[in-house]
């Protein structure tokens, strides 16, 4: 029986999912399962994008059967032609075959290998920036080789921007029911796969991703569709973020990795004392036994962290054979720019300590601790010394370390001593984010404030803050009315760009806002990521410095949804871009809207290009 999902109005999810499967690739052990994503487009012609492994595909044809309700299949869209994409081309062929296929020469090529009827009489080659019109929605085509595949391309719809990412920002896991990754805790349940995905199928090929990410940068994305795992249409941010991380090697935390391959306790014993003296420092520890875990979720763990302490028994002369097979994979997947610590045991010839080592050296940009910690077969009391030697040495590289220690003494004098003003504490405080609309006379307008609060009660009058550098702050004095939409979650980066980043006086900020939506007073809101809007006339206004406050009656409120309101702290965390790791750049990033200054020193009275906000707004990178 068919069991599909509709992605948009005319997109539909004939996937399935396998939770039979027990190695993914004959490698990877997927105890919750894995999805395989297809999905078929209706618009004045029928198109395919992609097929699914032979597994499932019972419900992928039924589904392809019942969505198509009798339309043949003009199109098929091909991306990458590892088989559990592709194995059922050929009987897609076989029951559509009418079908055309769109793909590039690699995977024409590919395609031959596997198959044997005729492609070159039905291919249809893109190259890098064609597109394909199907009627309502245009596709242009991007290659992606070596992600993870030579053949690999992506495509994007120009029409309802989605990004179709081939393996790109897949997960491993079964959807049960859900489609989009909102549907689920994605961070909470499904975070930890979607990088042991990342690091274990892509992780090796970290600047062709990145070549890819760049592309991506110059696309409004409203959804990304993968062909593992759930469909992306909000908080896209934060999962391209978390690739621009993976892809640059850069940890995502601060925090040691301890894996330990140990026969009889002894080994691991070590690893525990150390775990618990880096825990007394402050530093954050995950352990792993490399004889139970399986090397996918460890290589996962060394892609978050930032230090990785690997303890070995000696076996047969060598490196503990589970503990060799995980660092021989570690290296092939191109791990880099990490801390790493070794610790050796040996009953009569500790060797396993130079031969990891040997390995490690391999990689770029590795620091490895001078102090190999040697064990010979147990550790005795008089070398725990070493043992906080090289804990020492750890939590002295581990950069905010002491930050989870509560704060010293001295540095609650200095306070007590010192009034002195640190712009980054405001920042804790918990702020809301709004479109403030206004009219004047002519043209709607409207800008992204922080501060907004009810006054009183019985007669409701609200408070603003307006910057007086704002064109809107100019409408209100001259006319006293305004409107207050109060954002929510969903509400992508877009809106603060165009609310926020450039000024009314230049341009009309509700030109690109989507449907025409006015309260009583005549004044535009923002129904679309707003959950209420709160019409205000003023009575009173007070002028501070570079803000004036207008207390005002509230003359109309209305709640539009149940979505959360946004704060600043959800805003830095999911919507504003996270600026890509880098190791090769100088420069300051602005904390308000992630735009990048280059050079050594900031200048003092800088003023970001995009939010107007000044040095006190920007970090070094």
């Known amino acids: 029986m068919y069991c599909y999902r509709k992605v948009t109005d005319d997109l539909y999810w004939v996937g399935s999912n396998d939770r039979r499967l027990a190695m993914f690739e004959g490698v990877y052990s997927v105890p919750d399962g894995v999805s395989y994503n297809s999905y078929l487009l209706l618009d004045e012609k029928t198109v395919l994008f992609d097929t699914v492994d032979k597994a499932v595909k019972g419900t992928f044809f039924e589904n392809i059967a019942e969505v198509l309700d009798g339309r043949k299949l003009d199109y098929m869209v091909i991306h990458h032609m590892e088989p559990d994409h592709s194995e059922a081309i050929q009987e897609v062929v076989m029951r559509y075959p009418e079908v055309q296929i769109i793909c590039n020469q690699k995977i024409a090529n590919m395609m031959k290998q596997y198959f044997e009827f005729d492609i070159d009489s039905r291919a249809i080659l893109m190259n890098e920036g064609d597109s394909f019109s199907f009627g309502k929605h245009n596709l242009v085509f991007v290659m992606a080789p070596m992600v993870h595949w030579p053949e690999v391309m992506v495509s994007y719809d120009t ?3 989605i990004l179709f990412s081939a393996d790109g920002f897949g997960t491993f896991g079964a959807l049960n029911g859900a489609l989009f990754a909102d549907e689920v805790d994605f961070e909470r349940d499904y975070l930890d ?50 690739y621009m991380h993976w892809s640059s090697y850069a940890p995502e935390e601060y925090g040691v990795v301890i894996a330990y391959a140990s026969v009889y306790g002894h080994t691991e014993n070590v690893a525990e004392i150390l775990a618990c003296r880096l825990r007394e420092r402050g530093v954050k520890t995950v352990m792993f036994d490399v004889s139970v875990t399986p090397a996918s979720d460890i290589i996962a763990a060394a892609f978050k962290w930032s230090h990785l302490v690997f303890a070995s028994t000696t076996y047969n002369a060598g490196i503990f054979v589970n503990m060799e097979a995980l660092i021989y994979d570690l290296v092939a997947h191109n791990i880099q720019n990490r801390t790493i610590a070794l610790i050796e045991n040996g009953s009569w010839a500790p060797t396993s300590g130079s031969l990891m080592r040997e390995q490690f050296e391999k990689c770029k940009n590795m620091t490895i601790l001078e102090n190999t910690l040697t064990v010979i077969s147990s550790l005795k009391k008089d070398q725990l010394a070493q043992v906080d030697a090289l804990a020492d040495a750890i939590a002295e590289s581990v950069p905010g370390a002491a930050k989870t220690l509560p704060m010293p003494e001295a540095k609650k004098e200095e306070i007590a001593v010192k009034a002195e003003i640190d712009p980054n504490a405001m920042f804790k405080l918990s702020y809301g984010l709004f479109v403030l609309s206004a009219n004047d006379g002519s043209k709607d307008n409207g800008c992204i404030i922080n501060t907004v609060m009810q006054v009183t009660d019985v007669k409701k009058r609200i408070a603003i803050a ?8 100019d409408i209100i004095k001259k006319t006293g009315e305004f409107n207050v939409s109060v ?35 005549g004044l ?38 149940n979505v959360p309101s946004v704060t600043y702290q959800y805003y830095f965390d999911h919507i504003k871009p996270k600026p890509q790791p880098t190791t090769d750049k100088t420069g300051y990033v602005c904390k308000i809207c992630g735009f990048i200054y280059e050079g050594d020193e900031l200048p003092a009275d800088y003023i970001c290009p995009l939010c107007k906000h000044g040095v006190e707004d920007f970090e070094k990178l």
């Not at 990521?529 to 501070?544: C, F, L, P, Q």
């Open 487 to 521: 954002l929510t979650t969903d509400v992508p980066f877009k809106v603060f760009q165009q609310f926020g980043f450039q000024s009314g006086r230049d341009v009309d900020k509700f030109a690109q806002a989507g449907s025409e939506a006015r309260t009583a007073n």
């Open 159 to 161: 029409t309802d921007k």
């Open 193 to 242: 796969e979607a990088r042991r995905y990342y690091t274990n199928i892509v992780g090796k090929y970290g600047d062709q991703v990145q070549a890819l990410l760049k592309k991506a940068a110059t696309l409004e994305i409203n959804m990304i569709c993968p062909l593992h795992g759930f469909v992306w249409r909000r908080n896209i941010g934060d999962f391209i973020g978390k």
């Open 466 to 473: 307006v910057n007086k550098a704002n064109y809107t702050h």
């Open 524 to 561: 535009r809101y923002v129904p679309e990521y707003s959950n209420a809007v709160i019409s205000g006339k003023v009575t009173e206004e007070y002028d501070y410095d570079t803000h004036t406050l207008f207390v005002a009656d509230v003359t109309e409120s209305a709640v539009l949804s």
